[in-house]
């Protein structure tokens, strides 16, 4: 049951515009943006900017020569707390894939390439912030800003650039993924490290002299027993060595092969330990005459939870409930701006987009039934933060 003034008044507002944000939305998700084309995730942005230009807000670009231009759509109360939302104009779909699977809506769910990761997402920031300014609920927030990135599904190189030079300028920060498929949001995610491990042998004949072979492909088999059994090794810690090649023929000796290794933690503290216990796997001779190398490094910070993220995840879930529902901050392996954001500094929530799920996929979706509610939670949450 909706407890107080605002939370009915942001519900109500938003139910008003449901079935424009429906058609927003299918115009949104009909956009062919994958990461490398940025005549795509421009146009994606080009659909932003003129959202925010019939609202007449403020709006600062980030051209970039090779990923799609960032954003930035600012509205201004007169408070104090500066609040910064993000989101991520381009998707993991080739080109073409828009046009074959446009959305569909059938019963609570809709599909579309985009709809959850991240399209649904960024529209609701943009009701949110309407929502506010609308219902002349802004006062008592200082700045309330949306970031659109344009490289966030690749290295996001063009997107750091942006977050550092904007995270001196806020206090807080609300991610935009989709809210995890039984409502959470998210508190906390792993950060990870990729590795490349190589084994250097020496050929033979496998049937007439194996005996003069050094076996690359048995190196890494019990090199990749004990990398395996690093997981663990402190809580929350998991490694996965998730690509194996080697060999050319089955009557030879092989004289090289190849691993990849995903690493996660969810504390920074962990990063060290694990990679210690990595490289003295490696370093351990295990078949005579193989020598095994390690390349690659660690990548993504993990978004700890802080004591500042777990007071705003209590808010938002006090939020939640003025609106008549519940959540928890839950804690993810995957990575998005909110791991980036973390390592900078400023306190941040993710997940807050529609709850949805199975990103990446030609199931992808999100619930109609999350849309009112989340967004409202969006925009209530960025009220209660500056009012506290």
């Given amino acids: 049951m909706i407890q107080t ?42 659909w932003v900017r003129s959202w925010v230009q019939a609202r007449g807000w403020e709006l600062r670009s980030w051209p970039d020569a090779t990923s799609g231009d960032g954003l930035l759509a600012t509205v201004r109360g007169s408070g104090q707390l500066r609040i910064l939302m993000a989101a991520h104009l381009d998707t993991v779909y080739p080109v073409g894939i ?11 769910v809709l599909r579309g390439p985009g709809s959850a990761d991240n399209k649904s997402g960024l529209l609701s920031a943009l009701y949110a912030m309407a929502a506010l300014e609308d219902l002349g609920l802004l006062a008592p927030i200082g700045t309330l800003s949306l970031m659109c990135g344009g490289d966030e599904e690749t290295d996001m190189r063009a997107s750091l650039a942006m977050m550092s030079a904007l995270a001196p300028e806020y206090d807080m920060v609300l991610v935009l993924e989709a809210g995890r498929e039984n409502g959470d949001i998210v508190g906390a995610r792993k950060g990870g490290g990729n590795y490349v491990l190589e084994e250097f042998g020496r050929a033979a004949h496998a049937g007439v002299e194996p005996e003069k072979g050094a076996h690359a ?24 060595v998730g690509v194996v090649q080697g060999g050319t023929v089955p009557n030879a000796v092989p004289d090289y092969a190849r691993a990849t290794i995903d690493a996660r933690v969810f504390a920074p503290e962990d990063i060290e330990p694990l990679v210690t216990a990595i490289r003295e796997v490696v370093a351990r001779e295990v078949v005579p005459g193989v020598r095994a190398e390690l390349s690659g490094g660690w990548g993504a910070p993990p978004m700890a939870r802080t004591p500042a993220i777990a007071a705003l995840a209590a808010l938002a879930e006090a939020c939640a409930a003025e609106l008549g529902f519940s959540t928890r901050a839950a804690a993810t392996g995957g990575v ?26 030609p199931q992808e979706y999100i619930l109609v039934s999350s849309i009112v509610p989340r967004t409202a939670l969006l925009a209530l949450l960025a009220l209660r933060a500056a009012q506290r």
């Avoid at 519900?11 to 299918?26: C, G, K, P, Q, W």
């Avoid at 954001?341 to 199975?358: E, N, Q």
């Fill in 5 to 46: 003034p605002e939370a009915q008044a942001l519900t109500a507002y938003l139910e008003t515009y449901r079935d424009t944000y429906l058609n927003e939305l299918r115009a949104l998700c009909a956009i062919e943006c994958p990461t490398a084309s940025k005549a795509g995730v421009d146009a994606a942005g080009a």
């Fill in 98 to 108: 828009a046009a074959e699977r446009p959305m569909t809506i059938d019963g609570d």
């Fill in 217 to 240: 492909v048995l190196a890494l088999a019990h090199h990749t027993i004990a990398l395996q059994a690093l997981n663990g090794l402190r809580p929350s810690v998991t490694l996965n």
């Fill in 336 to 361: 998005s701006y909110a791991n980036y954001f973390a390592r900078l500094g400023l306190p941040v929530l993710d997940g807050l987009g529609p709850v949805g799920g199975l990103d990446h996929s």
